[in-house]
């Protein structure tokens, strides 16, 4: 089956079944993006892209396409990014919503970005808190993490914004201009540290999988000009059509309040209510101009007042 629902793009197989236990196809898919991506674009544009192509849906293989396709239709932009591993490549720049169509349709489930703009790789326009719950910790336990972090920015003059990851955890975006990488990681990695020395049995900054059995998992190695993450709005190829969503400080205090953190996981039908009702929650990750305070990384970590039980 062939339907021009976009007068550029041609969808194509709109009938498959994309992930079987929702019953979710791929014409559900490309509704989805049709619909979210005016509000999904801005966090897209310019950036580098990779995507996540499932082309028998979720249950099938899959595999990531950093390369922008050499036959690409003439909307589809590129920006091209030197690595020192994969030489130069032309990812596609998701600009416009017939790129994000065109993409959806050749079955890229998943859209992940880099955290810089255009060919800017040493420039970050936002630092990545990735939380991770190690098992039986749960994004529960993400939550009540994130907002402690959230107090420990604002004591640094910062704000952050919060988004699901899709998946298990938790993102926070800082906001940031004017630095390098090297300088969020370190700020990340301090404030990790901190947080590992406040709250030993619940939060490790350390990659060792053993230390993660329980605890929140900061992953401050993600503000990396080689690391992607989960664009906001991103579906994810788990066993139902989870996205990468956007939620609000209120909500997240008042889930961990009622114990009902289960409820922040949006599916593909939610997150569109959602933007419908409250607009796009992760806008002043990207509009929002902060600097990083002037203060290393190790010095935000020993600076600031430790537990009673800290390490000296
Ligand atoms: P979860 O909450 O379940 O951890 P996540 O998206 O945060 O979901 P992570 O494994 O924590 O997943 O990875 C963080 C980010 O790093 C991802 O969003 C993705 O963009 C990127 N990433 C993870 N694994 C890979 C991989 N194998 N190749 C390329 N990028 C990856
Ligand atoms: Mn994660």
Redesign the pocket.
Known sequence: MTMARDSKVAFTHLDKVYYPDAAFTKGDMMHYYQSVGPTMLPHLAKRPV?VIRYPDGVAGGFF?EKRCPEKRPAFMKTVSVTSERYGTIAFCAVDNLPSLLWLANRAAIEF?TYLFRGARETAPTMMVF?L?PGAPATIADCVEIALIIRGLLRELGLECFAKT?G???L?LGVPVQGTTFAATKAFARGIATTLERREPLRVTASMAKAARAGRVFF?WS?NDHG????CAYTLRARRTPTVSTPVAWDELELALRRKRCTSLSFTAAEVLARVARLGDLFAPALTLRQRLPAVRGQAVATSHRRGPHASP
Do not use: L, M, P
Not at 227 to 230: E, I, L, N
């Open positions: 990779t990531f992940h990735d991770d990851s998946g298990k955890g993102h992953d993600q690391k992607t993450t989960a």
